[in-house]
Structure formats: structure tokens, C-alpha cells
């Protein structure tokens, strides 16, 4: 970023039909916002504003008639330059003689912000007395407005200095930003800084406090994030207890895993997800996907791991059609292939959904479902490992209105 001071209206003008004349002459020349032009006088009613313009800061002129008001040319350059740049300031000279209180209410009508500038040569306390009178008169405004919806500079990076300080954290330098080094630090003498300082705390301490009023209002911040954190933390609790259903694959287990372990719903699905996704984890970690292989898919390893275990399983069971009638019984028994028609009520929890139910204080219709949900999760082992083509579920449509206490959709 090139900083550019000092230019006025005219001068941008004639850049700008400048560059346009090139762009006629090479139409796929395009110029990059990378210039900063600050303090422009508005010798004339800006018009048209540099293509290389990445902000842009127009200096406040006194009216001809009055130098307590604003000139006209400089309100209406304000109006093109804040239509059309997003980062256009309000550069104060330190030598402006207009009503402060006007300067403020016209940034705050187009939310701009306002930058009260050193003067020329800031080398000693006496060359700076004037600016800080100044300076001290936006201060005093600033801090009475109610909005805020704007900054003064260099009241602003000095606040932010402050408040770093608060939290026990001692800055090398009052500002990092390259734009405000150049305005407010860069040619600065130290005796003549720490003089507006100085005078920048006696207001400061004045209109908000001293350095209490600091510690305070970071103590209010913390506060507010955290309550704010607990809010978000109830809002998603809330939301995924009233959206079970839809937001999780298996709502029922978590419901089980829930009564079982004592854990609150949220909990119980964090467990349930990190024990599938630790297996998943350790899935990629070792068996990861070839070159070429979708990720978030079973690769050809995992899919070998799978095809492995279900030949164990067959193995041990005396053969392939008897680890299909184990996964039949498993599935009957669970009813696993019903699970549609029991969360619609068609087909009642079998005996042993009851007698779970009892034990866990809960609806048999969840225990059934939640024996379900446990099955399909053996059954995406043996889909893996290509012994059965499908689990077996089925989908039903998602439920509009969610009634926990009669309703149950299957994820």
C-alpha cells in the first residue's frame, strides 16, 4: 500500500483521465486499489476519484463566508467519496479553524471516520500545543456521542492501547498499523507524545474514569462473552434436544445411551459421535484411502479390513449362509427391518423392547428403535465388508412437527 498526502481534488481528477485514457488505449488494462490518498484539499467539487484509490481522506476546508463552517466543495466531495470507497476518513488539519461539533455530525451521518492530524514538524511540546487544544476538543465531543458508529483517531488506537494495558499486557509501540505509524507516531518526538498523552488521560479520566474504568469495562466484556457463550451453548442444547430426530442419525440410542450413563442428551450424542468418529480416525490413520479414492468413503483398505472381518465372522459362525442368518435373527430380534412401522405405531416393541423399557424408565417405542439404530450400526460393517447388499432401513419421511412424547422418526 502507498500512502499519497497532500493532493488535491483537481489533481485526482486529472489521474483519473489519465487512467482512463489508457484503458482506451489497452481495454484489458485494469488498475489495482492499492494507493492511499490522504489530507486532499478540495480545491474544486471532487468529481471522479482515482482507479488505483484503495481510500481515500479529504481534508476539512472552512467556508469562504464563514471559516467556523465547511465548505461547500469539501461536504459535496464527501458525498461521492463515501458513495463510492468503502474507507473514506474525514482528515482534520491541525490547524482547522471549523466547528468541531459540525465535523463530528457530518462523520456521523455517513458513519466516517475522523482523523485530527499533526501538524508538520511535530518536534518539540510547543509545536504540538495547538494540535492538542485541538485535539482535546474533538476528544471531549467524541466521548459525550451516544451512537459511536464512528472512530477519531488517534483517540481510538490510544484507548485500544490503554485497554491492552488493563488486561497486563505492556505494548512496544502505541499503534502497529502502517496508515496511523505515518499520521500520528512516525516523525514524532517522544517528550512531545508523551505531552499528548498526558493531556489525552486528564480527559480520558475526566468524562470515563481513570484506570479502573478500564479494568471495568473489560470485566463487563468478559462477562458478556461468557454469558453470551452460555446463551449460544443453551440455544444449541435446546435446539438439538427439540431436533433429535432430524439433526442425528441415531436419536433413540443417544435417548438409551442418555438413561444408561446419566449423561444429558448433548453429551450423549458428543459420545456416541466421537466413538464413531475415533473408529473412523483410526480407519484413515492406518488404512487411509488410495490415490483416487473419494474421501469420507471406505477406501480399499478399510473395504479389505471389512471384507476380513465379516470372513472371520463367517469363519466362526460355519460359513457364509450362517453369518447371513445370524444378521437375520440379529436384525429380526431388534427389529431392525420394522423400524418404520414401529415409529409410525403400526407394529408394537417386541417383548424384550418392553422389558428394556421398564429398566431404563423409558418408552418402549425408544428402546426398540434404539436396538434398531445399535443393529444398522453392525450392519454398515457387513454392507462394508459386502456381505449383505443393504441394511435394511428404511426411510421414512421427515416428521414436520417433532412431539417428543409420541413421535420418534428414525434418522
Not at 21 to 29: D, M, N, V
Not at 45 to 71: F, K
Not at 74 to 88: K, P
Not at 210 to 232: D, R, S, T
Request: charged letters at 25%; glycine letters at 6%; a negative charge.
Amino acid at each position: 500500500m502507498d500512502l499519497i498526502i497532500g493532493k488535491k481534488a483537481s489533481e485526482l481528477e486529472a489521474i483519473f483521465e489519465q487512467q482512463s485514457q489508457a484503458i482506451k488505449a489497452s481495454p484489458g488494462l485494469k488498475f489495482e486499489r492499492s494507493i492511499s490518498y490522504a489530507s486532499v484539499v478540495c480545491d474544486k467539487e471532487l468529481e471522479r476519484i482515482p482507479l488505483d484509490a484503495l481510500s481515500l481522506g479529504l481534508a476539512v476546508a472552512a467556508s469562504e463566508d464563514d471559516e467556523g463552517m465547511l465548505d461547500e466543495r469539501f461536504v459535496f466531495s464527501l458525498l461521492l467519496a463515501a458513495s463510492t470507497l468503502h474507507r473514506t476518513t474525514i482528515d482534520v488539519p491541525a490547524d482547522s479553524v471549523v466547528d468541531p461539533q459540525l465535523v463530528l455530525e457530518e462523520a456521523e451521518s455517513h458513519g466516517l471516520s475522523v482523523r485530527v492530524l499533526l501538524p508538520d514538524s511535530p518536534v518539540s511540546v510547543d509545536s504540538v500545543r495547538g494540535y492538542v487544544e485541538l485535539l482535546l476538543r474533538y476528544t471531549s465531543l467524541w466521548l459525550s456521542q451516544s451512537s459511536g458508529n464512528f472512530s477519531l483517531s488517534p483517540l481510538d488506537g490510544y484507548l485500544e492501547y490503554k485497554f491492552q494495558i488493563a488486561l497486563g499486557h505492556q505494548p512496544e509501540q502505541t499503534t502497529t498499523d502502517p496508515e496511523m505509524q505515518a499520521f500520528f507516531t512516525d516523525g514524532l518526538a517522544p517528550e512531545a507524545m508523551d505531552f499528548i498523552k498526558e493531556q489525552l488521560d486528564a480527559v480520558i479520566e475526566r468524562d470515563l474514569g481513570g484506570p479502573e474504568y478500564f479494568q471495568e469495562q473489560i470485566a463487563k466484556m468478559g462477562a458478556a462473552m461468557h454469558l453470551k457463550q452460555v446463551e449460544l451453548q443453551e440455544a444449541r442444547r435446546q435446539m438439538l434436544e427439540q431436533e433429535l430426530d432430524q439433526r442425528t442419525p441415531v436419536p433413540n440410542l443417544i435417548r438409551v445411551t442418555s438413561k444408561l450413563t446419566g449423561l444429558s442428551t448433548v453429551d450423549a450424542a458428543g459420545m456416541i459421535y466421537e466413538l464413531k468418529n475415533g473408529i473412523h480416525a483410526v480407519l484413515d490413520k492406518y488404512l487411509p484411502p488410495q490415490e483416487g479414492e473419494e474421501q469420507f468413503k471406505a477406501g480399499r483398505h478399510q473395504v479389505t479390513f471389512a471384507e476380513n472381518i465379516v470372513s472371520l465372522l463367517g469363519s466362526a459362525l460355519g460359513g457364509h449362509d450362517h453369518l447371513l442368518a445370524a444378521w437375520d435373527e440379529l436384525s429380526t430380534s431388534t427389529q431392525l427391518k420394522q423400524t418404520v412401522d414401529l415409529d409410525r405405531g403400526v407394529t408394537a416393541p417386541s417383548e424384550a423392547a418392553v422389558r428394556a423399557a421398564e429398566h431404563l424408565t423409558v418408552s418402549a417405542k425408544v428402546t426398540a428403535l434404539a436396538a434398531g439404530e445399535f443393529a444398522a450400526l453392525i450392519g454398515s460393517i457387513l454392507k462394508t465388508g459386502k456381505a449383505i447388499d443393504e441394511i435394511g432401513i428404511e426411510r421414512p419421511k421427515p416428521v414436520v412437527e417433532v412431539t417428543p412424547s409420541n413421535i420418534i422418526a428414525v434418522g
